[in-house]
């Protein structure tokens, strides 16, 4: 069980990452580290959902710290 919902988190920052890099390039911004960390930390403040922030602000972390 643990395994699963390790693979699971693991691709949903995935795809919030990659989320965020399609935004960016539809929007015309430069894509570079702190753009993409702006997005996710953007997107952070207006989800409701606590795990849903929870995987963005990991996501966002992953990116800044380049992992």
Known sequence: MENSWEE???GFIASEIGGAV???IIEG???SRDSIVDSLEAKRRVVGNTIHKGI???AA??????R
């Open 8 to 10: 699971e988190r693991a």
């Open 22 to 24: 399609f935004e960016l």
């Open 29 to 31: 911004v430069v894509i």
């Open 56 to 58: 963005l602000r990991e």
């Open 61 to 66: 972390e992953h990116v800044r710290k380049g």
